[in-house]
């Protein structure tokens, strides 16, 4: 499912235009992206929960040269999915 396959889902079960879903997604996106920034966790209980992870400095290989290199310390999101999600998948 792709965005605008979810914006049609959620504006088609909340009886929403596509134009006021689409807003409600954007605000949403953007409301999780500034608390991850901000360094928060975000919990949406029965869901699952939206962290920041942050990865070391670490060694790796060129796959064209083979010459050894330094991949550098970045954050990146992380998103662990809450009880009721994992149990309605399995």
């Known amino acids: 499912m792709n965005k605008n ?3 049609s889902a959620v ?3 909340s009886q929403l235009s ?3 879903a689409k807003k409600a997604l954007d605000s949403i996106i953007e409301t999780i992206s500034e608390a991850l920034k ?5 919990a949406l209980l029965g869901f699952g929960t939206f962290s920041v992870a942050e990865r070391g400095e670490r ?3 060129n796959p064209a040269t083979g010459a050894s290199i330094t991949i550098a310390a970045k ?3 992380k998103f662990k999915g809450g009880a009721e ?3 309605a998948l399995n």
């Open 38 to 42: 901000a360094g928060d966790k975000v």
């Open 75 to 77: 954050k990146t999101a």
């Open 5 to 7: 396959e979810l914006i």
């Open 18 to 20: 596509k134009a006021d």
């Open 11 to 13: 504006a088609e079960k």
């Open 59 to 61: 060694q790796g290989v």
């Open 85 to 87: 999600l994992t149990a």
